[in-house]
Structure formats: C-alpha cells, structure tokens
C-alpha cells in the first residue's frame, strides 16, 4: 500500500512550509531587532542628557554669582575714583618725599638755621 506512493508532492509541501516557517522567523528576528537597537541607542541618549543636564546645572550654579552688569559698571567707577585718589596721594607723597630730602640735607650740612 505504501510501496506504490508518490512522496514527491508530500516532499514538496513540506519544503514549502519549511521555507515559509523559516521566512517567518527571520522577519520576526529583523522586525524586533529594530525596537532592540533603538532602546540601547535612547538608553545611550539618556546617560548623555544625564550628563549634559548636569553640566548645565554646575555652570547655572556659578553663573549665579558672577556680578550683573551694572555691578560691573558700579565696580568700574569704584575702580577709577582710587585711580584717583591714589594719584593725588602719590603726588602729595612726592611733595613730602622733597621736603623730607631737604630736612636730611640741612641735617647732614649740620645746619641750624632750618628751625
């Protein structure tokens, strides 16, 4: 009875469904790879977003206490008032500086008439 059947339809079909099942698994391996490589990629993203927000965070920190621009202006004309008030104290320290050398002078000579 099964000497006489032909198993070459049979052999076909099941070539067939072998192709199809395997052509299924390799289309459900590709579709769910792509979900996979995104997931590592916005998990890489999110360590690097971590990162920067941090960094901001620290530059935000010191940018707190860095003086405004009318601080700035204020410290300028702080600044250029001693500029002056050193100027006049330098000059006044000048006149002191030539009648200190004319008091040494008139002590060395031994000069008494100074007085």
């Given amino acids: 009875m099964f000497e006489d059947m032909n198993y070459s339809g049979a052999k076909f079909w099941l070539d067939a469904?072998?192709?199809?099942f395997t052509a299924i698994i390799g289309?459900?391996?590709?579709?769910?790879?792509g979900p996979k490589e995104n997931k590592k990629d916005l998990d890489a993203l999110k360590v690097q977003v971590d990162e920067q927000?941090?960094?901001?965070?620290?530059?935000?920190?010191?940018?707190?206490y860095i003086p405004t621009k009318d601080e700035f202006h204020a410290l300028d004309n702080k600044v250029t008032g001693l500029?002056?008030?050193?100027d006049s104290v330098h000059g006044r320290m000048r006149s002191i500086e030539g009648k200190l050398d004319?008091?040494?002078?008139?002590?060395l000579?031994?000069?008494t008439n100074a007085r």
């Fill in 109 to 111: 000579r031994g000069n």
């Fill in 102 to 107: 004319l008091l040494i002078e008139n002590e």
């Fill in 17 to 20: 469904g072998q192709l199809l």
């Fill in 27 to 33: 289309l459900y391996v590709w579709l769910s790879k």
């Fill in 53 to 64: 927000q941090s960094q901001i965070e620290k530059i935000e920190l010191k940018l707190e």
């Fill in 83 to 86: 500029v002056g008030q050193v």
